[in-house]
């Protein structure tokens, strides 16, 4: 277990512990350090991680032990033997490895409720793809530190037919809410399934003009090939592929060309493979969808989505199965990484019924293993990909997704290497989200007391 105590005291002073007080002896030699432990769960400020091996993600090694100084919900150091400042949480991780939190590039988060399970299972940052305009309220309070959750980034959800956010059936309205959606303060665009190819490049055009960059589907009018030419920066399925590039087919000797396509735009792809597997479970299947509301993790879903869950006749009715399609998204999400296109791991939880927030991530990441995808990659794509992808679209953003100096104290402390077997990320020590310190035992109570408070 890791140890923490605050270190206040002068060096080369001895104090005498009674049943309320602390012995601490330390002195200059800071190998000679003995620290006894302190039963800190909750804290910010400056903190130190002593003796930690960090997980490089970029190189998919380990470096260390070393020690991590956080203040000002950054990292400020990285080194051996690190000096302590007056006053800093000391957190001793002897066999520790910490590595950068997970992020979740497609969630369609709603409640209030649905930001701790994220932060829980070591997800610090999401991107939320088109809900209610009160995700905006969520994300400044998180960002002001009055709520406790990932980072937030939000979409505005834009199509040419519908009832929900922006609809555009003409050019002059396509400008008009890209105008809105700036002055708003969302941070993307996303575009939907239909909107027509001249609107669409009307809104490319605009939101070029107004710098707000724009991600979402294949729209299919004018397909992904032409959209990713024309700046849209990030695909939000795998899945969208098989509709507005191949066709509706799973033809591979097309693959080697979206390849070049994609990889040519510079465009991003979030797969959301975990998403396609909880709709396969369900697909046809009233059953398999009441399986997946019976597992152990729904206790920690707010019972708003539980009942949309129950009352929806998505995907239970359909006919036939999904098999084909899976296996083909594996094919070319293979393909797309080996030829360079950089991926990002998403679960578009929790609109799908049975889709959990924060622990679909878990299944993801598993997901993108299956494709043939090392463990070593799969976890920069679950951080640092998702750290370049929005210093490449978004400005004046403290970087993050690598431990580095200078980049946001999003960190994952865990009890076993991750680049061993992923399932590790389940064995956490603790969560550091902007720099506030959860330990695993502070957030299993957090935990359990969202799941009492759905009762």
């Given amino acids: 277990m890791c140890t923490i105590q605050n270190q206040l005291l002068p060096k080369k002073m001895m104090l005498l512990l009674t049943a309320l007080f602390l012995f601490e002896t330390t002195c200059s030699d800071k190998e000679s350090e003995s620290f ?20 490089d993600v970029e190189q998919g090694t380990l470096e260390g032990p ?3 100084l956080i203040d000002s919900q950054k990292i400020m150091a990285i080194g051996a033997d690190l000096e302590a400042p007056s006053g800093a949480v000391v957190i001793d991780c002897s066999e520790k490895y910490l ?24 997800v610090t940052t999401i991107l939320n793809m088109g809900s209610p305009s009160n995700i905006l309220s969520m994300r400044d309070q998180v960002n002001s530190g009055g709520l406790l959750g990932p980072t937030i980034y ?6 040419g037919t519908g009832n929900r956010g922006w609809i555009v059936q003409t050019t002059g309205a396509a400008r008009s809410a890209v105008g809105d959606i700036k002055e708003q303060g969302w941070d993307f665009i996303k575009v939907y399934n239909s909107i027509q190819t001249d609107v669409f490049l ?23 090939k032409r959209i990713i030419q024309e700046g849209q920066s990030m695909i939000a399925h795998a899945e969208e592929y098989i509709y507005a590039y191949f066709n509706y087919s799973n033809d591979a000797s097309k693959i080697p060309d979206a390849v070049n396509d994609t990889k040519t735009s510079g465009a991003y792809v979030t797969t959301t493979l975990s998403a396609y597997r909880v709709i396969m479970k369900q697909w046809g299947k009233p059953s398999g969808r009441d399986a997946l509301l019976a597992v152990d993790e729904i206790q920690y879903v707010d019972p708003r989505w539980i009942t949309s869950w129950q009352n929806s006749g998505a995907y239970i009715y359909n006919q036939g199965n999904l098999d084909d399609n ?3 998204q594996q094919q070319f999400v293979k393909a797309f ?10 679960t578009d939880s929790p609109t799908i019924p049975g889709g959990i927030p924060g622990f679909m991530i878990h299944d993801d990441l598993a997901e993108l293993e299956k494709c043939g995808i090392s463990r070593k990659d799969v976890l920069k794509i679950a951080t640092m990909n998702a750290g370049n992808f929005i210093a490449k679209t ?10 580095q100096t200078g980049y946001r104290a999003d960190l994952l402390l865990l009890n076993q290497n991750p680049l061993i077997d992923l399932k590790h990320l389940k064995n956490r020590a603790g969560v550091m989200v902007r720099g506030h310190w959860l330990s695993e035992e502070e957030l299993s109570i957090r935990m359990t007391e969202l799941a009492a408070n759905f009762k």
């Fill in 326 to 328: 899976y296996h083909f």
């Fill in 66 to 68: 070393v020690d991590v």
């Fill in 36 to 55: 006894a432990a302190i039963s800190v769960r909750d804290t910010t400020g400056t903190i130190v991680f002593r003796n930690v091996q960090i997980v």
């Fill in 154 to 159: 939000a979409g505005a959800f834009v199509d």
């Fill in 394 to 403: 978004k400005q004046d953003e403290m970087p993050f997704g690598k431990i």
């Fill in 202 to 224: 009307a809104l490319m055009d605009e939101a070029q003009i107004k710098n707000i960059p724009v991600i979402g589907h294949g729209v299919r009018a004018p397909g992904i």
């Fill in 99 to 122: 590595m950068p939190g997970l992020a979740d590039m497609h969630t369609h988060v709603n409640y209030e409720n649905d930001l701790l399970p994220y932060v829980a299972n070591g």
């Fill in 337 to 346: 990484h080996d030829g360079g296109i950089p991926l990002l791991a998403g």
